[in-house]
């Protein structure tokens, strides 16, 4: 069985600063930490998948949030830190999880893979509830502590702890 790792929102709404919901100085702080896993996963022939939040322009996330990642706009690109490679899989969602609406879980499975790494923005939104979907559908899932971030210190420890003690996932 394989393993995978989920770079998940590390797009220009989120991570650069001119991004219309920049999470902080934390999402830019990760960047290194992620590129060096991007390379060991490259290295070793595992999936990298980017899991990109892309909104429809009057989508219902925005009674909630500011807009952002609009589908096609600057803000719903990768960073371009993080260089894609046309082997790399783009999954392209519209709510917190990566698994909703998506073809994400087909993919894996078709590929044998039963284990989820998962870095990127922000840890207790998209990245736990990702977690939280990968654990349901019987997923084993790692989360990096130095490949996450979030715009509150507190909000990060809870969710870290959330997938840990409730989910059962296991933070490396
Ligand atoms: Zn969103």
Redesign the pocket.
């Known amino acids: 069985m394989g393993k995978a790792l989920l770079v998940i ?1 590390m797009l220009n709404d989120f991570v650069d600063e001119k991004g219309s ?1 920049y999470v902080g100085e934390g999402a830019r702080k990760v960047i290194p930490f992620i590129k060096q896993k991007i390379e060991e996963f490259r290295k070793e022939a595992c999936p990298v998948v980017f899991v990109c ?1 892309s ?1 429809e322009k009057d ?1 219902r ?1 925005f009674e909630m ?1 500011p807009p ?2 609009i589908s096609g706009s600057w803000g719903s690109e990768v960073i371009s830190e993080l260089e894609l490679k046309k082997e790399d899989k783009i999954v392209k ?4 999880s990566a698994f909703y609406g998506t073809d994400l879980d087909l993919y894996l499975r078709e590929r044998g893979i039963n284990e989820l790494f998962l870095v990127g923005v922000c840890t207790n939104i ?1 990245v736990l509830y990702t977690a939280k979907d990968a654990r349901e559908r019987g997923y084993s899932v790692k989360i990096y502590k130095d490949g996450v971030a979030s715009f509150d210190k507190s909000v990060h420890e809870f969710a870290l702890q959330e997938m840990k003690n409730t989910l059962g996932c296991e933070l490396i």
Request: proline share 0%; net charge negative; aromatic share 14%.
């Open positions: 929102d919901l939040d909104h989508d996330e949030f952002h990642c969602k519209r709510r917190y998209c």
